[in-house]
């Protein structure tokens, strides 16, 4: 896989089809990969695909635009099925043109949890000795139990797993995708609140939440504005409450589930948990699921004459 | 910026809820006034901030109203149908339905946040959701929720200590 | 900034329970506010000039006025502001009156309140920023919607203004309600003599553009701007040829009950409603048309000299703009068929007075015999009874239909006129007839007359040897009273439209729980509504007789007629502004304008110097309505004032 | 300066005691992160973990504090400012890189200008450190005059030997007090033993961070725009930092906050006009390495930073500033 991926993009970049192409590559501690800017064509030995390529990568693409635009070349970028969701979610929102990106699509089998590297900080144990012990499906990323795009759905090139070429795509594994959504639905309205009040005041309002989001794009968010102070910029329980209702809203009917909020928070609040019930609350109410429909008005924009009102008096 | 607070008596009454209503001015805001018109009395612990239409009310001002201490928020905009501009009332609907699932699933009570359709004939249903909403609102208690004070970083106590008088 | 607070104590309406010396005092400590205090009428002249007085003596540059609901007097204070040299969207009322003196009872919670409303209003006036009128063209002409007397003259008044003016009506012809009245209260013209010279006006004036058998489907645009879609009906019959001989009604074999007779008599599948109907030009009722349901008989092409019967006709979509609406559907009747003391509906010799209205016109179906439908045996003793509808909250209206009492009592006297040994008898509940001659008339009918009023109500009717058995209580002597009647005539009470509110919701004005569409203010714009550039006129707003109708036809007019007249329109400037430098250009504000106010614009970033595309707000087309505003995440859309800054002080001031 | 052998039980003596005469503080864990917290029970103390997720610099720093509030008095606007009680905190299991991080912070608020807010918690705290047996791979104090067994800035060091004793050691004389009357003396033994686990320690440290001697002249390279590519912008590497100061002010109501900021924000710079002479990412990301590796080691004679390693574990996208800062200077020499 690897190998076909370097060689596509090294044929696109001496083409000149794309000025640059957005992957993963190792990084230092030689386990993990990081995002890597490709823009010659010597360079594409350093593309790697593993189960380590967590990161959306599509979150660059609205720093990379300039460079699209500009008249001839395009930006590649290397994706997998989630990320691909957040991509339609960038066209749909007038953020990227489709002509203007070159999907690289990946088939992927899903990607691992780093929970072992933090377990590693804790216990002081060392991440490959903790791998050994999982087997594959307990090191799967919550989010890829799920998985309904093993293989993307919108794509300029696709590359297949080794694995399973000529195989049908796996099906979707019989996972309740909302099972932690249910599972604090189901607790009294005081316990919720007060799962909800511990994680939120641990908060440090570092926003790699939002800084990670694909979709969190505004030039300016309106936790860093200041007239109106809509959200207070210093952390306090407070304020952490508010922006992470914001920050949760302001993604509602249009987060893709890609994660990355969760992943990058460094103080682990389970920030997926939130996203996935608006979700949830969104396919059931209004039949709206994002990231599959560029053309499609997001949900918020957006009514039906029938929609619910029980809880209007 | 808040007003100095009254003096020590008006604490020591019994705690009374506040509650913020946003209302479309063309419906539920008349509405009110007619409830006005034909002396329909309610409780007084609701204070109105009219805007054009309830699609005008950003569900950050339901946040910004219950972090800075109200006990209750109220939107009242028009019945589907009648909204002065045809539309604002079914986005107002669809963002408040998500709102309110919102807010319920991080555990804040439900009682804090209302939504009302009141069409300008009904001034009688206003003041009849104004009773019920402060009757549930003062059963919910104080706001201490979204509101609550500052957490500090160490649990030392702290003494206040004047810098200067001018 | 220096604000100033004005305190109103409306006589006694507001002083009554809050104490506005108290929160005059309060607010003379609010920040920024350099002087306050408090006078019994604001809105008077004195007290408009206090205010102007207090603007040059206190150098005060933002108003606060707490006294009545906004939407009876911000136009006044904006205007008193305005003419103390202030900018006039630097003045915010306080609502103390409608939305705390009115609702609460105790002096202390009431001012409380008060005083935090004055609170929130010097919070917003703070953060208010002068905003300028916007100008823009007007379309010179007007829509009358609907074709009865109240259209009939509202489109008069304007074509004799000098301006154009096209008139829509459902039916076949101009008229509506009125024409088909026999005589009219309190003085007897014959309907026909007063209303035919104003119908054939409307179809000769050069500035009227009749469109009959037509309905208005679709209006968009805002005032001065109008954009109307209106429907023209296939007549099937060419009206430029057809010269209104009458040969093809004559000829054609079909025969139904005519709508215009109320049943009582029959008309043709090609007919014109009435003898007198504007235009003359008959229409084809497709729905029982023979060669419309089996492509047969064509008697009436065949007979036409002209030619003019066009079967392939089809439906005309016409579009138009207008600066102006006036609405005038007038009104339909209670069905009184829930009542089943009135025999569900069911007694034919039960009538409404708009049958007996048609039995006693002498063009209508009985020859202008008072008659009974079930034999055709001429009445003689008829009981007329009261609030049909009317005044019943449980089965009926909550309201008084307002004219059913003059109506009966000239029915009473119609029916003595026509047939000298007739008796009537009215059961009323209580005689409402305050207007100019209508007492002097009532009292007329029963002293002239001799019809027998009886105040109570009818208990039970049924039919006894092909008589009516009307039984009912006269609560006056007390005594329960039986009465054998040929007819009865039932008062029927006046109610909306079927179809008022989705009228309504088309036009994107309000109505009331009774489909009744809703005035701007009661009193002070009887005839406007809520829509700026929309009018009312008639019984579509509430029960009217035919001079209130008229009246308030040329009132509206009037309004239509101001407001198109200067070349240019002035627009209130409380609409949407796009920050360019922070909208991120999703361009979900333009997904829900409901007026298409919100258009892609390619801008250069002031800061970055990079294209990019952003929302533009087109200012003449938004109406303010902030759904744009709401929706956007970045906060890159204000409305101008009812600003987030605005709204958020508001909330601040008293939290 | 004293050296002592205790045992386990005597250091959850010491706690109990600790915690009745003095505010403490010390590492525990909360679901999966180890961070300092007030300590209810000597038993949720931590022992065994690398390091904090966040550095002590939050006890004398905190994210967020009022520093002054408006206040009406009788009709009369006044300032008042809420201070905490004057009660010994003592912060326990600290390690010695966050413990040097002091000494920068320091330098900045106790320099030229002295912050009140900051020397009154300074002064009120005992530091009592804990040496670093088992580093991790993305430490590199080693190589900033900082090591895994280093005492500079704290009060006492507590060495793990294993077999549930102990090797303190007192550096001052608040950091002593604290272990006045109990464990033994240490042996020769003991001593060679953590001699041996500091040098263990000390070998398991690989990652160096050289920075080049004349880093200025690379300002302008088009390298930062290269290596700033994949930055995310967000305050992760900041607020996980030791030494990272940076602050600003708002008003929330009638309180005057300060709390922290980051470089890597793109407002960090941002002016009411509107203009931001950092908005571009290289920018910001060049500033952070350079306030860290040349502006502050020429005003204060250090490099700005301890090697703990934070801001490389934490970064949501592995930006590794080592790799950067070293990478440098070999291209630099490359051309």
């Known amino acids: 896989m690897i190998k076909r991926l370097q060689e596509k993009v090294g044929k696109l970049l001496r083409e000149k089809k794309v000025a640059l192409v957005i992957g993963y590559e190792m990084a230092g501690d030689g386990i993990s990969t990081t995002p890597c800017f490709i823009e010659r064509e010597d360079e594409v030995e350093r593309l790697v695909w593993n189960e380590h390529c967590v990161y959306n990568l599509s979150r660059y693409l609205i720093e990379t635009r300039e460079l699209a635009s500009s008249p001839s070349p395009k930006i590649g970028v290397v994706a997998k099925g989630c990320d691909v969701k957040s991509i339609i979610g960038l066209i749909q929102e007038n953020q990227i043109k489709r002509d203007e990106v070159v999907i690289i699509g990946m088939e992927c089998e899903g990607q691992f949890d780093v929970e072992g590297e933090r377990q590693f900080k804790v216990e002081g144990l060392k991440l490959k000795d903790k791998d050994k012990d999982k087997d594959k499906e307990g090191k799967l990323l919550e989010k890829c139990k799920a998985c309904e795009v093993h293989i993307p759905k919108v794509y300029d090139l696709l590359i297949k797993d080794d694995r399973n070429s000529g195989a049908p795509e796996p099906q979707s594994p019989e996972v309740n995708a909302y099972a932690q959504v249910e599972e604090l639905e189901g607790k009294s309205q005081e316990e919720r609140w007060q799962y909800w009040k511990k994680e939120f005041a641990r908060c440090i309002k570092c926003y790699a939440c939002r800084q990670v989001c694909p979709l969190c794009f505004c030039p300016q968010c309106i936790a860093d504005q200041t007239l109106p102070q809509w959200i207070s910029p210093s952390p306090s329980l407070k304020g952490n409450t508010t922006w992470n209702i914001v920050r949760a809203f302001h993604l509602a009917g249009r987060c893709i589930d890609c994660g990355e909020c969760e992943r990058a928070c460094p103080m682990k609040i389970p920030l997926r948990k939130i996203n996935k019930k608006l979700g949830k609350e969104i396919k059931e109410m209004f039949d709206y699921e994002a990231g599959l429909d560029s053309e499609a008005k997001p949900p918020l924009a957006d009514f039906k004459l029938e929609d619910p009102e029980e809880f209007i008096r | ?166 | 900034m220096r604000i100033g607070v004005f305190v109103c104590h409306c006589g006694t309406n507001i002083s009554g329970t809050v104490d506005v010396a108290k929160v005059a005092e309060v607010a003379r400590g609010m920040p920024r506010v350099k002087f306050a205090t408090d006078y019994r009428y604001m809105c008077s002249e004195p007290g408009q000039n206090l205010i102007k007085d207090a603007v040059k003596k206190h150098n005060l540059d933002k108003i606060v006025v707490a006294s009545c609901s906004p939407s009876l007097h911000e136009r006044t204070f904006r205007k008193c502001v305005e003419g103390a040299g202030l900018n006039p969207y630097q003045m915010e009322m306080a609502n103390i009156r409608e939305q705390c003196s009115w609702v609460h009872h105790d002096k202390k919670e009431g001012t409380k309140k008060a005083i935090d409303l004055v609170k929130m209003a010097v919070a917003k006036v703070g953060k208010d920023v002068p905003l300028k009128r916007m100008r823009i063209p007007v379309e010179k002409k007007v829509l009358v919607i609907g074709g009865g007397i109240a259209g009939i003259q509202a489109a008069i008044d304007v074509s004799m203004a000098g301006f154009k003016v096209v008139l829509v009506e459902r039916e076949p012809s101009v008229g509506g309600r009125m024409a088909r009245f026999d005589k009219t209260f309190p003085t007897l013209d014959c309907a026909a003599c007063i209303l035919t010279p104003k119908m054939v006006t409307v179809a000769q004036n050069d500035n009227i553009t009749l469109y009959t058998y037509s309905e208005v489907e679709e209006v968009s645009g805002y005032v001065g701007n109008f954009e109307v879609k209106i429907r023209k009906r296939a007549r099937s019959v060419d009206m430029d040829k057809c010269t209104g001989c009458g040969i093809c009604y004559g000829k054609c074999p079909t025969k139904v009950p005519s709508e215009f007779d109320m049943g009582l008599g029959k008309r043709k599948a090609i007919y014109v409603p009435f003898p007198q109907a504007v235009p003359n030009i008959p229409v084809i009722d497709r729905k029982n048309c023979i060669y419309f349901l089996r492509e047969k008989c064509k008697i009436c092409q065949k007979v036409c000299p002209p030619g003019a019967i066009d079967y392939e006709q089809e439906d005309e979509i016409i579009k138009e703009k207008f600066g102006a609406i006036i609405v005038a559907t007038g009104f339909t009747l209670f069905d009184h068929s829930v009542y089943g003391e009135y025999g569900y509906g069911k007694f034919k010799d039960v009538v409404t007075g708009l049958h007996f209205e048609r039995m006693a016109n002498a063009s209508g179906p009985t020859g202008g015999k008072i008659v009974r439908p079930s034999d055709g045996r001429e009445a003689k003793d008829v009981v007329f009874i009261q609030c049909v509808g009317s005044r019943d909250e449980q089965k009926g209206l909550p309201y008084c239909s307002r004219l059913c009492c003059m109506y009966t009592a000239k029915q009473a006297l119609l029916l003595k006129e026509h047939n000298s040994e007739a008796q009537a008898y009215v059961f009323y509940i209580d005689i409402r007839a305050a207007g100019k001659n209508y007492e002097e008339f009532v009292r007329r009918v029963q002293e002239e007359y001799g019809a027998v009023y009886l105040r109570g109500r009818v208990s039970r009717i049924f039919e006894k040897d092909d008589m009516l058995i009307v039984r009912g209580a006269d609560t006056l002597s007390g005594a329960q009273i039986e009465i054998k009647a040929d007819l009865v005539v039932l008062a029927s009470g006046l109610i909306a439209q079927p179809d008022a509110r989705k009228m309504a919701q088309m036009l994107g004005i309000s109505y009331d729980k009774n489909n009744l569409f809703t005035e701007a203010h009661p009193k002070l714009a009887p005839v406007e509504t809520v829509t700026a550039g929309i009018f009312l006129t008639g019984a579509c707003q509430s029960p009217k007789d035919i001079p209130d109708t008229v009246a308030t036809a040329s009132a509206a007019s009037v309004k239509a007629i101001g407001l198109i007249a200067p070349d240019e329109l002035t627009l209130e400037p409380l609409v949407a502004k796009v920050n360019p430098d922070i909208c991120s250009g999703c361009l979900a504000c333009l997904q829900v304008c409901p007026f298409s106010a919100i258009e892609k614009e390619d801008v250069k970033d002031r800061l970055t110097k990079e294209m990019k595309i952003v929302a533009k707000v087109i200012e003449s087309v938004c109406h303010g309505c902030g759904a744009c505003s709401a929706t956007c995440r970045v906060g890159a859309i204000d409305i101008a004032g009812f600003r987030d800054e605005e709204i958020l002080a508001e909330v601040e001031a008293i939290t | 300066m004293t050296e002592k052998i205790v045992s386990k039980e005597d250091l959850k003596k010491i706690l109990e005691g600790l915690m009745k005469t003095s505010e403490l503080l010390a590492p525990g864990k909360e679901g999966d992160l180890v961070l300092f917290k007030p300590v209810k029970n000597p038993e949720e103390v931590f022992f065994a973990y690398p390091n904090s997720l966040k550095p002590v610099k939050e006890f004398f720093f905190p994210p967020r504090e009022e520093l002054f509030k408006h206040e009406i008095r009788e009709g009369k606007v006044g300032l008042s400012s809420e201070h905490q009680e004057n009660r010994k905190r003592v912060i326990w299991g600290v390690r010695p890189c966050d413990a040097k991080s002091l000494l920068m912070f320091d330098k900045m608020f106790d320099g030229e200008y002295k912050d009140s807010y900051y020397l009154e918690k300074r002064a009120k705290s005992v530091l009592v450190g804990l040496a670093c047996n088992e580093p991790l791979d993305s430490c590199f104090c080693l190589s900033l005059n900082a090591g895994p067994h280093a005492k500079e800035g704290l009060d006492v060091l507590i060495t793990d030997l294993g077999d549930d004793s102990y090797l303190v050691e007192g550096i001052t004389a608040k950091g002593e007090e604290l272990f006045q009357g109990c464990g033994k003396e240490s042996g020769e033994g003991e001593r060679t033993r953590k001699k041996e686990l500091e040098e263990a320690a000390k070998k398991k440290i690989r990652k160096t961070c050289q920075p080049p001697p004349d880093l200025e002249s690379f300002f302008e390279d088009p390298y930062w725009e290269k290596v700033s590519r994949k930055c995310i912008s967000c305050g992760v590497c900041t607020y996980l930092c030791p030494t990272c100061f940076c602050f600003d002010l708002s008003y929330e109501g009638r309180d005057c906050i300060r709390f922290w900021d980051s470089c890597s924000f793109s407002p960090f710079t941002k002016m009411t006009s509107g203009e931001n002479p950092r908005r571009e990412k290289k920018t910001r990301y060049r500033q952070r390495v350079y306030h860290k590796f040349s502006y502050f080691k020429k005003n204060f004679g250090e490099i700005a930073c301890v090697g703990c390693g934070r801001c490389l574990r934490e970064c949501p996208v592995k930006v590794d500033i080592v790799e950067i800062v070293n990478q440098c200077s070999k291209d630099k020499t490359k051309d």
């Open chain 2, 1 to 166: 910026m808040t007003e100095s607070r009254e003096p020590n008596t008006e604490q020591q009454e019994e705690w009374q809820p506040k509650i913020i209503g946003f209302l479309c001015k063309w419906c539920s805001y008349a509405g009110a006034d007619l409830a006005g018109g034909s002396r329909i009395p309610y409780p007084a612990n609701i204070r109105i901030i009219r805007v054009p239409c309830s699609g005008r009310v950003n569900p950050l001002f339901v946040l910004k109203c219950l972090e800075n201490g109200a006990d209750g928020v109220l939107v009242s905009g028009c019945h589907p149908g009648d909204c002065h501009y045809s539309e604002g009332n079914y986005y107002a609907r669809r963002k408040f339905a998500v709102f309110k699932k919102l807010l319920e699933y991080l555990g804040v009570d439900p009682r804090r946040f209302q939504v009302s359709w009141v069409s300008a004939a009904e001034g009688e249903k206003w003041a009849e959701i104004v009773k019920t909403v402060v009757e549930e609102v003062r059963a919910a208690g104080p706001n201490k929720q979204l509101s609550a004070p500052v957490d500090k970083c160490s649990g030392a106590p702290v003494k206040r200590k004047h810098l200067k008088n001018d």
